[in-house]
């Protein structure tokens, strides 16, 4: 039987192939290096490694998406750790160097500079304030982490210092060395007080318990002790490893020891018996490290293999593998199979089933899960469509694709090829040209041969059939694919690739734009209803915004563009209903040649709808009837229809999907509300559409998050920024798609990290492609809101009950000013309080004059200095009222520095 190995690399040796035995990853050629060591942030929340390619890097643990790359090192990074607020991180590196970086930025803040040889470990005290290195010029390091100096030497070592630790109190470190033992130093003084001896080999790493009261070695001579740290008497060997132990740690409760083993498996001891209870087995080469979650439930594995495995400490079994690939790509998968990560990923990834390759791509309907990790994390079950996602063992994979082999490349103007059908059948046959899907043929449409008892099919495809199709200029290559499917399933053969030479020159492009913003749903109340949606606010404003920028790059570079809005309310000829968007896409269509662009923006809400036995996200149109959405909808089998290549010839392709779900919209009391449902499922399709239609696509946010429309932006939050990028250019320059949306992504996503929210834009495609020149004209002419300060609660009291007897409303009236008239403003009411400043105050009567005081608040932190407003005397509460509240815009703005950032922004 063949067995079947995921892989990432395609240069094997014969005896290779058919040795294996389990499924296994291997890297790519002139991938980067191995990751030394893993470890959980205090609160669990994300992970850290370190690499052989000179970098750290930070990823999300619930969902396996990297956040931050740490660089600046020059040889490789040894180990990296979080500080105990998991606001900092320490790197140490064979440079000689160990540096401290800001987690939430990246950003290098400290060089910790001394040792003469390669550091190995670096770690923080446990207050944050110190960092300890351990080095090979046999020494161990104790710096100031504010400052980078040097503040301790701790010698006594004669060979190699492996790694070094704080005790739990701070007034111990722990050192591990070549020398055969580990030794434990004071840190204030530096002075040696125990030598842990009875290991027979080097001693690669040390660390005390959470009580402080025991150490735990693990060596080279393959098994990991317990030591007493009062007396260095010798309480536990850990044995059972085969190989090198690399390194030992105990559970946040103290109760197990992990260690890490050259042998392939790291394993899970009693400490207090030394019994072993668990051999974490699933890498195919030395475990570096492993590290324990905050709760002792889970364990980090990292190894020589490139794999990062997150393991569930009770069962011994692997929950994922994450993989680190080259640039920013990453792959997350379990078990099964089923994977998730980013659509780089896939490019370097494949199956074999001995000599047969097969590409990831062709069992991406089957296996790919968008949200994967959190879905293991919350112990969802792992779904497609509302169905168990089958695992790679169910499809029988191997022999089961359709052959397809070339006969004729373009000889006598004729495409020719030869379809064999194995295990799965044959289902559809499709043509792409440029990536797109230009013809599908079924089996019945093919010809047809019996030949040894087996079915042949033949596919001829003519160059004049595909000439219309063909972009560039005369002698210019149009890649022509062809893949098919095996019968009732999606799942593709590897297919065949040729090059087409264009015969005749290029034709003059030109630019169509459709600029759909929904905000008229028939419900101006926003109340919730079951025949209509709450209207939006800025859905229009964003599609004629985003129009008029796009127009204006567009006509600086094309001779002719053409530009439809679709953001008409009420009875409007161009209100965006689902008639007058087939409409202007059939007339785009009529006029479109292959060398043109297009460009489709869509803000409104999304909804997900059981369509046929399966989910699917549907765009909701001009004053959508729930109970008839079909016909008030779009989905993304509408829009292949609508874009199919042989009715809309345009090649280069946009679209951008800002679109809301049904839940809670904006109003004067929110400043954030959500748009977005089921995003594993759009997501998917989203891709889908992309992978028929060759489009670039920009979806609002990633797996499981929301997007946002912002009043303090008076705008959604991706719209503002796709406009914001396009302002902020500095020189005059060609507006690149794939340029712009990373811009935008990264823009967003910073934005909503500082606001409180987690929305990452995610995009799909390449769109290495030019739509637009911006100038001077263009930037003056976008206009952008400086983003209004958010105000929250505030609390205004009378310490005597005087006043308030006689102004009884003033704090109500103070709250309801600001709800009323904020989005008018510079201010903007929000509940949000961790991200809106409050005020508190107090007022009293004295003398028949009003007095009053208050302090600015953001989180629990004072703002500036308390105000008091000059007496007032005669006024009635709406005047004081008035006053109060003019003080308060006044300080916020100065606070805020809101005119600073207004100029920033134009």
Known sequence: MKQLVLAIIIIFSFGDIFAQTEPRLVLPVGHTDAIQTAVFSPDGKLALTASGDNTARIFEVATGKELQVLSGHTNYVSSAVFSPDSKLALTASGDKTARIFEVATGKELQVLSGHTYLVSSAVFSPDGKLALTASWDSTARIFDVSTGKELQVLSGHPYFVSSAVFSPDGKLALTASWDQTARIFEVATGKELQVLSGHTSSVYSAVFSPDGKLALTASRDKTARIFEVATGKELQVLSGHTGDVYSAVFSPDGKLALTASRDKTARIFEVATGKELQVLNGHTSWVNSAEFSPDSQHVLTTAKDHKTIHWNVETGKPLYTRLQLVGEDWLVYDEDYHFDGTPGAIDYLYLTCGLEVIDLAQVKDSLWVPGLVEKIMNNEPIMINDRLAPKLSDLNICDLTPLIEPLENGEKGLYR????????????????????????????????QVVNQKEIYFLTISKDSLAPFLVGGKNSLNPLFIKSKVKGASI????????IVKDTDAARPSFYGVFVGVNDYANPTKESSDFRYRNLDFAKKDAD????????????????????????????????????????????????KSSDELFIFFAGHGDIQQINNQKEIRFILHRADKKNLMSTSFGVEDLKQWCDPKVLKAQKRVFVFDACHSGELINQTMAFNGRGDDESIRIRQLDKLKDKNGMMILAAAADNELAYED????????????????????IDTLLTVRDWFDDAIEAVAEYSRLNGNKQVPNSFGDGRFEIGNINEQVRGAININCP??????????????????????????????????????????????????????????EKKKIMVRYKVFLGSEQKGDAIELDPMKGLTEDEIVKRITASIEKELERIDQRAEKCKLKN
């Open 417 to 448: 090829y030869q379809i064999t059908p194995r295990n799965g059948g044959l289902g559809e046959t499709e043509v792409y040209i440029n990536g797109n899907l230009t013809y599908t043929f079924m089996p019945q449409q093919l010809e047809h």
């Open 711 to 730: 009043e303090t932006l008076n705008q959604g939050v991706l719209t503002y920024h796709l406009l914001e990028v396009i302002k902020t250019q500095k």
């Open 545 to 592: 915004d985003l129009a008029n920028a796009v127009e204006a790059t567009a006509r600086n570079l094309f001779d002719s563009c053409h530009i439809y809005k679709l953001t008409g309310l009420g009875a409007d000829p161009n209100a965006p209903t689902k008639a007058r968007l087939q409409e202007v896409l059939s007339e785009i269509g009529k006029n479109a």
């Open 492 to 499: 593709y053969g590897r297919g065949v690739k040729v090059e």
């Open 788 to 845: 209004k300060t958010r105000i929250g609660l505030c609390v205004f009291t009378d310490p005597t009950g005087e006043a308030e007897q006689q102004y009884p409303t003033l704090g109500s009236k103070i709250n309801q000013k600001f709800e009323t008239s904020g989005s008018r403003g510079s201010l903007v009411y929000s509940k949000n309080l961790d991200k809106a400043y409050r005020v508190e105050g107090s007022y009293r009567l």
